[in-house]
């Protein structure tokens, strides 16, 4: 098993029948958990990545009327390697 965690940003806050709908998406088979951010305005979804992808999860919120903004990184990207420094001058005799 493979575990992941996909996070999206939503802009109209669920109503009460797709907050029920959302709901039952744990039920889905490979759905490990879902969590709510309200200040946050998120929504994460854990899932087994051996049953589920990243795009089956966004339809199923969809489906479930989640108005998705974007899917947020959850890592940013590595700082970019320092430059080389210049090679000193030798000394003089």
């Known amino acids: ?13 669920p109503s009460e029948a797709a907050t029920l709908a959302i709901a039952r998406v744990r039920e889905v ?17 854990e ?3 051996t049953r589920l ?6 339809q199923l919120l969809r489906r479930a009327g989640l108005d998705i903004v974007e899917s947020l990184r959850q890592f ?13 001058p030798a000394p003089a005799k």
């Open 29 to 45: 088979y490979g759905v490990r958990g879902v969590v709510f951010d309200e200040a946050e305005k998120t929504i994460r979804i």
């Open 1 to 13: 098993m493979t575990q992941l965690d996909v996070v999206y940003r939503y802009g109209v806050p």
């Open 47 to 49: 899932y087994d990545a």
């Open 76 to 88: 940013s990207d590595p700082p970019p390697p320092p430059e080389p420094a210049a090679a000193a």
């Open 53 to 58: 992808n990243e795009s089956m999860i966004h």
